[in-house]
């Protein structure tokens, strides 16, 4: 109970655990929105081919996509994401296109990216300031543009001090920018 002055909230919830639940009642009850937590069900190849050639006739081509990349990003959790979109794919519910433009697609790439020359980073200044350990200050970094300016500098920095000086820039204005 969450208690606020004159406001109480009292709220109760049911933990509800989708590998116990078969993905064959799930799919008898029709509900189209369901369908992309069917990968996470009890069920296997069968229930997610037949989710899939439900989702991909929906009549709305939007909803369509939206739920074919949450069929695909959930189903990740638990099949080879190869095999999904070539299922995906079959069933013309999403094109690897429209995957492309999605956002959550795009994020996903940008903190790839992110991570990636976070550790090149780190690897490039350790290498020319032995010993030296950045993790915790560069991860406070979001610009990828600014880290791999950063990346191509570090070689040409003349010490320790003028590294962590242009680190803690970055980190200002990613905070600045974030306001």
Not at 43 to 65: F, K, N, T, V
Not at 130 to 136: D, I, R
């Amino acid at each position: 109970m969450i208690d606020a002055g004159d406001i109480q909230i009292k709220v109760r919830y049911r933990l509800i655990k989708l590998w116990e639940i078969s993905a064959r009642k799930v799919l008898a009850m029709n509900r189209v929105n369901l369908l992309p937590f069917v990968p996470l069900m009890r069920g296997g190849r069968e229930e997610m081919e037949i989710s899939a050639q439900r989702l991909s006739q929906a009549p709305d081509e939007s909803r369509r996509s939206e739920m074919g990349l949450h069929f695909l990003m959930l189903g990740g959790l638990r099949y080879n994401r190869l095999d999904l979109l070539e299922l995906i794919g079959r069933k013309s519910m999403i094109t690897l296109e429209q995957l492309k433009e999605s956002s959550f697609y795009q994020f996903v790439e940008e903190e790839g990216g992110l991570k990636a020359t976070r550790e090149t980073l780190q690897m490039l200044a350790a290498k020319r300031f032995p010993g030296l350990k950045l993790s915790e200050e560069v991860e406070r970094i979001h610009d990828l543009e600014a880290l791999k300016r950063l990346c191509l500098e570090v070689s040409d920095l003349p010490d320790v001090e003028t590294l962590t000086r242009r680190i803690a820039e970055l980190v200002q204005a990613d905070l600045a920018i974030a306001k």
